[in-house]
């Protein structure tokens, strides 16, 4: 694995930046190739979800993610009983919009 001088890194990252940049633009690029270093390390240790995978999670319903996390988890060794639960869904219908 290859050793990353990390000031060498900034400095080209605040290069590549615009003159008229600001720190929130640093901050974001920063975050940026954090996440995205991150997510090439995953992809290498084999750390990943296939997309069909994702997508038929994805799909789920929330009643039916609730129980997966049940049946996963042994939520009274949590010390989480059934009324940490309750409520836990907005059951309204949606939000009024006026236009």
């Known amino acids: 694995m290859e050793t990353v001088n990390i ?4 400095r ?3 290069d590549s930046l615009p003159e008229n ?3 929130d633009d640093l901050m974001y690029a ?10 090439l390390t995953h992809s290498r240790d084999g750390k990943i979800i296939p997309v069909e995978e994702v997508v038929v999670s994805a799909k789920a319903s929330f009643w039916e993610r609730l129980e997966e996390f049940r049946q996963e988890n042994n939520v009274e060794e949590l010390g989480i009983d ?5 409520g836990l869904r907005d059951k309204s219908p949606s939000r009024e919009v006026i236009l």
Do not use: P
């Open 12 to 14: 080209r990252l605040i």
């Open 21 to 23: 940049s600001t720190w």
């Open 30 to 39: 920063i975050y940026v190739r954090q996440t995205v270093e991150a997510g």
């Open 82 to 86: 059934d009324d940490f639960f309750e």
């Open 7 to 10: 000031k060498e890194e900034a």
